[in-house]
């Protein structure tokens, strides 16, 4: 196999990825054996932990390995001369943008927004409640919601810059792969922090529409890392409180 030195052009999380590719395919993990821990990959090789579980995530998209919450990353299948990682738009990439640009939208609808469009976004947190209760349920009404105040700006440009951002989230199978884990781990979409930003709206405050929808997405990035977490039930105490202590703090 190549040595392969980071390259500028690379992200870190496609090098990571390389690495561990080439690594399976000398044999140093077996087929059937645990990938060493995600913190112990992170210090190993200088990145953070959402950069080794993006990599973790295009091996896993590729049938390399099969990642159980709780318990680690376990070798299915060594990789074959054709196996290169297809380095699609991850999910916490897709975050950070969605954060970026419906920030900034939801502080644009709050200047244009009817009352009409503001009773249309209020039923559809209450279809959000409801799809909660749905062991079954689906992301419908969340998706709904966003477009909604992507539409109240009055810019079709960015209407449909956020509604291509949410088709990348099912077209993309890294994005698409952990949005299911999210969903099996009962990541839900939480009512409060999209009461928030209605209630923004409703007050024509684009300052607090922008930081409320900012919190509401700093919030799903959270909860993606949370989906993928080896530590998740000891952990989940500690990233709700983080969670709360940044939300009150990016709504002052």
Known sequence: MQDHAPRSSDRLYQDLARKLLEELAAGQHPVGSR???????????????????EAIIALEVQGLVDVRIGSGAYVLRLPGKGDIPGFNITAFELTEARLLFEGEAASLAAMQITDEEIEEIEELVRNIARENQDPKGTDT???????AIARATRNNAVAETIEQLWNLRYTSPEAALLHEKARTANVKPVVEEHTAVVAALKARDPVAARAAMRAHLAAVLDSLLFATEEKAVQEARRAVAAKRARYAQATR
């Open 141 to 147: 009404a969340d998706h709904a919601f966003h477009l």
């Open 35 to 53: 990938l060493p821990a995600e913190r112990e990959l992170a210090q190993q090789h200088n990145v953070s932990r959402p950069t080794v579980r």
